[in-house]
């Protein structure tokens, strides 16, 4: 099977272990910053549809793959932890469990005053 995917440092020894051989290639920067990015939604796919009992090793799988994302791009937990209060006190959090349904557009305000005759052209 091929895979071309990004994964954890002993998955390798895993495999072996396992009696199975397997190929891997060490990528680039520019190409590990995208396979981390891409593999931030693979496991924010699985934690959608985990099952309970599953939840909360793939809610870690994402928190590992978002450690490895900020220090590849050199961003400290720190950082992303302040920004996330900071964004938690502008906007707030997700307690209140609100589903935003539609945004009704304003309508402009027509004007309230009729042109006079004097501002009106005859065509």
């Known amino acids: ?3 071309c995917k990004l994964i954890r440092d002993f998955i390798p020894d895993i495999i072996s272990a396992s009696g199975r051989r397997c190929e891997t290639r060490v990528l680039g920067e520019q190409a590990y910053q995208d396979a981390l990015r891409e593999k931030l939604v693979e496991e924010a796919l699985e934690v959608k549809s985990a099952p309970l009992a599953e939840l909360a090793i793939e809610l870690a799988d994402v928190l590992e793959v978002i450690a490895a994302l900020a220090t590849a791009h050199g961003i400290r ?5 302040q920004l996330q209060a900071a964004r938690r006190q502008e906007r707030g959090g997700f307690q209140a469990q609100l589903q935003l349904l539609k945004i009704h557009e304003e309508k402009p305000q027509q004007p309230t005053h009729t042109p006079s005759k004097s501002n009106q052209h005859e065509h």
């Open 1 to 3: 099977m091929e895979y």
């Open 77 to 81: 937990m720190e950082e992303i932890q």
